[in-house]
């Protein structure tokens, strides 16, 4: 069972300093992958040993998530990879704003908590405001990648993503939903919905433009 933490408590909307990206990686000009709601961290903690050319961070609202994930990367000596606890919609816009430009080349939101009702999607983990820091954070032609197995996530997702004018779907990305993950590692929630539970996933693409 997923646990849900409203992120519209008092808790978690104070707002935390996260630390730059140069105290946390020795090598921090590498390229930054963003996993934003990284859960127990194991999609993460699979990609960093694959790919030591790029930098690693995932950010989550659950702090014992976020603490067992840690964990774990220190008892792998992930040099290249970090986990903070932090509301995305909170803390992360001035960290994003702060980025070196050309830094952040892939964002991935994948399968968040998925708040159903009409009047929940502002406990939703995409809102306009963290999306426009993530368009401006993202060097030109990066990647933004979504999957859910909830319609009445991914489609608002994609919708807003879209309506921004900030990203454009790849020419051949498939239409309305790709198929397959282009990432070659999946999530806990990925394995669990498609492996045991033969559910589909929803995913799409976008590519950052130049902001004007």
């Not at 859960?39 to 694959?50: D, H, N, V």
């Not at 790029?54 to 989550?60: A, D, H, R, S």
């Not at 929940?120 to 032609?141: E, M, N, S, T, Y």
Request: aromatic share 6%; with cysteine; net charge positive.
């Amino acid at each position: 069972m997923r646990q849900h933490v409203n992120p519209l408590s008092s808790l978690h909307q104070q707002p935390r300093q996260l630390p730059p990206t140069r105290q946390l990686f020795a090598d921090y000009q590498r390229p930054l992958h963003l996993d934003i709601g990284s859960a127990r961290g194991r999609f993460l903690l699979a990609m960093a040993p694959r790919h030591p050319e790029w930098n690693f961070l995932g950010v989550e609202i659950r702090r014992g998530l976020v603490d067992a994930a840690e964990q774990d990367r220190r008892r792998l000596d992930l040099a290249n990879l970090r986990f903070l606890f932090c509301n995305a919609n909170v803390s992360l816009e001035d960290w994003l704003a702060d980025l070196p430009a050309g830094r952040l080349q892939r964002v991935t939101i994948q399968f968040p908590d998925p708040w159903f009702k009409r009047k929940h999607q502002k406990r939703r983990v995409l809102q306009p405001p963290l999306l426009a820091a993530i368009a401006a954070a993202l060097a030109p032609g990066a990647e933004l990648f979504l999957q859910s197995d909830v319609a009445e996530v991914i489609e608002p997702m994609v919708a807003l993503t879209e309506a921004s004018g900030a990203f454009e779907r790849p020419a051949d990305d498939p239409r309305p939903w790709r198929p397959t993950n282009p990432l070659p590692v999946s999530t806990e929630r990925e394995l669990q919905v498609i492996g045991r539970e033969g559910r589909p996933a929803s995913r799409a693409n976008g590519d950052g433009r130049i902001m004007g």
